[in-house]
Nanobody
Framework: QVQLVESGGGLVQPGGSLTLSCAAS????????MGWYRQAPGKQRELVAT???????DYADSVKGRFTISRDNAKNMVYLQMNNLKPEDTAVYYC??????????????WGQGTQVTVSS
């Protein structure tokens, strides 16, 4: 069993900052990639940012220059630093990871989500 647990969401004013954290725990052999997705009301879940074990990152165009993803491989954690937040960033943010539980078996895992609300 593998669990992803997010923290750090909340209410912030436009232009403000938040940092999301996600901790992976359980039967982890190797983490291939970790990242963040978000889903706003009435919209599909979308990629925000990912970072693989080699350090390569990918960002949604809408967050480039404002959000930064980072990982602590020793702690099996991923972070999302969000700056200059806009009302359109309001969504439930989900942690995502591709994890090997042994040499051959891997799965995609999701956290339970954390709400980010940007409003004055």
């Amino acid at each position: 069993q593998v669990q992803l647990v997010e923290s750090g969401g909340g209410l912030v004013q436009p232009g403000g900052s938040l940092t999301l954290s996600c901790a992976a725990s359980g039967s982890i052999f190797r983490i291939v990639a970790m990242g963040w997705y978000r889903q706003a009301p009435g919209k599909q879940r979308e990629l925000v940012a990912t970072k693989n074990s080699g350090g390569a990152t990918d960002y949604a165009d809408s967050v480039k220059g404002r959000f930064t993803i980072s990982r602590d491989n020793a702690k099996n954690m991923v972070y999302l630093q969000m700056n200059n937040l806009k009302p359109e960033d309001t969504a439930v943010y989900y942690c995502n990871a591709y994890i090997y539980t042994d040499y051959t078996n891997w799965n995609e895992y999701w956290g339970q989500g954390t709400q980010v609300t940007v409003s004055s």
